[in-house]
């Protein structure tokens, strides 16, 4: 699949429809991969696609690209499932032009969770692994040990009902047509079970982890702000210091701030150093949406998001009556 | 703590519910002293960091009100909030906070009456919950 995978953007350079294609290539550790940003053909030989490619590559559109974008050049992403849907976001919000895009989707079958990993060796150190249908053999200097792929794919795969690219333009194989048979909301309700106080002791212990490195909003597709609200001084919103209600509230919004726009990629919850469970929030703000607005974030070109559009004989429970 | 009173900041819009609290008062009608008014343009100005930050700071409860559905000032701008409300308020309470705190009512100019009454049931409400502890600083 890697070889059609690398012909394939071959051909787009060779057609000339393409200036640059963002694709992933082999990390300089195990279980991991770094972005490769391909501007000619030779390149492309390092080109890959497995379960390690975890980075959602859709960001740079928005934040590094950015100038690449302004001038119109034509950019390819290799994406998978999420990553198809963070760019349709960017085509409904205007980020970027469907004609200077082109999405090269490739079948997901989810990525690893390195953390989830390395605590079933033990934090031994890996060197390798290989991929056996549902299982992955993990290979170590004096062990070797074979894991359900299931159980150490990362949260957001887990409960991902979009493997594959709702748009695109090129596919490496055949989209699969039929949706995973998934509970996607499945954490959510079990969360909403706790009582109130539960479920405060529950956010706080988790979120008393963070240490506001903003890790989570500077990977997050969805987060392209110029100024951040919490960069701002002038007014200053929230404090900057790890104050559990400055914490909260920091990533309450940020989560507003997606809310409707979330593809739920997971890339905050990766890139999270204390290992914060950030997808459940963003979870319950997505289950919300579609419950009430019948809306999901990045399946549609040609639908507004859900906070950016309204019906007037809406359900309004919510309001004192 | 039985000579507790609850803090409420009451976010009105311009047009309508700050107009309502206004007659309200002309009317002389009673209501409980216990909200802090702030009077935005719309009901689609409201913030979430602004409810966030009023708990932050100490208050028991936030009410926002804004103009009936289709009489916005703004003709669009409180069907936007409500798409808001319809968020920030389950999301509130998924993380523990007591659902009663955040309130959100329809006041139009002329309803002064209602306001008073609004007014009382989330104070009331509020008095049954109790003191805010969390989401404030330095508690």
Redesign the interface.
């Known amino acids: 699949m890697v070889k059609e995978l690398q012909e394939k953007v071959k051909q787009l350079f060779k057609d000339k429809k393409v200036d640059m294609v963002i694709g992933w290539r082999k990390g300089s550790l195990p279980l991991s991969s770094s972005p490769l940003f391909i501007n000619k053909i030779e390149d492309v030989d390092n080109l890959i696609f497995d379960e390690t490619c975890q980075n959602n590559l859709a960001v740079y559109i928005t934040k590094d690209k950015r100038r690449l974008v302004k001038d119109g050049k034509k950019i390819g992403v290799i994406v998978k499932g999420c990553d198809a849907r963070s760019l349709v976001l960017y085509c409904v919000e205007k980020q970027i032009k469907r004609e200077n895009l082109v999405i090269i989707g490739v079948p997901c079958k989810g990525v690893f969770d390195k953390r989830k990993v390395m605590e079933q060796v033990d934090n031994k150190e890996v060197l390798g692994f290989s991929v056996n249908g549902k299982e992955v053999t993990i290979k170590g200097q004096e062990f070797e040990k074979t894991l359900d792929k299931f159980e150490i794919a990362s949260d957001s795969c887990q409960s991902c009902v979009y493997p594959d690219a709702p748009v695109f333009d090129e596919f490496i194989t055949e989209p699969r047509k039929e949706k995973p048979d998934i509970d996607e909301f499945a954490k959510v309700d079990k969360?909403?079970e706790l009582s109130?106080?539960?479920?405060?002791?529950?956010?706080t212990d988790e979120y008393s982890k963070c240490v506001r490195c903003y890790a989570c909003r500077n990977v997050c597709p969805s987060c392209y702000c110029n100024v951040c609200?919490v960069d701002q001084n002038d007014p200053q919103?929230?404090?900057k210091s790890p104050?559990i209600?400055?914490t909260?509230?920091f990533h309450?919004?940020r989560?507003?701030h997606v809310?409707?726009r979330c593809v739920e990629c997971g890339a905050c919850a990766r890139a999270c150093p204390e290992g914060i469970d950030l997808l459940l929030?963003n979870k319950?703000?997505t289950k919300?949406?579609k419950e009430?607005?019948g809306y999901t974030a990045g399946i549609n070109i040609d639908e507004k998001p859900?906070?950016q559009?309204?019906?007037?004989n809406?359900k309004?429970d919510?309001?004192?009556g | 703590m039985s000579d507790w009173q609850p803090k409420i900041l009451a976010i009105l819009c311009n047009w309508c519910s700050y107009a309502g609290a206004d007659l309200a008062g002309v009317s002389r009608l009673q209501y409980p002293p216990n909200i802090r008014v702030v009077r935005i343009p719309c009901s689609g100005r409201v913030d979430p960091l602004f409810i966030m930050k009023a708990f932050q700071t100490g208050y028991d409860g936030v009410l926002v009100s804004g103009c009936h559905p289709g009489d916005c000032h703004y003709l669009s701008g409180n069907y936007f909030a409500r798409r808001k409300f319809a968020v920030i308020k389950p999301l509130m309470e998924f993380i523990g906070l007591e659902p009663d705190r955040l309130q959100f009512s329809w006041v139009s100019a002329g309803e002064g009456e209602r306001f008073s009454e609004v007014v009382t049931k989330v104070t009331k409400d509020i008095q049954k919950i109790g003191p805010i502890t969390k989401m404030v600083k330095g508690v």
């Not at chain 1, 109130?196 to 956010?203: E, F, G, S, V, Y």
């Not at chain 1, 559009?309 to 007037?312: D, F, G, K, L, W």
């Open positions: 969360f909403e109130l106080d539960d479920r405060w002791k529950k956010i609200f919103w929230i404090g104050e209600t400055d909260i509230i309450l919004i989560n507003l809310a409707g929030l319950k703000i919300e949406i009430r607005f859900a906070m559009s309204y019906c007037e809406e309004q919510f309001i004192m």
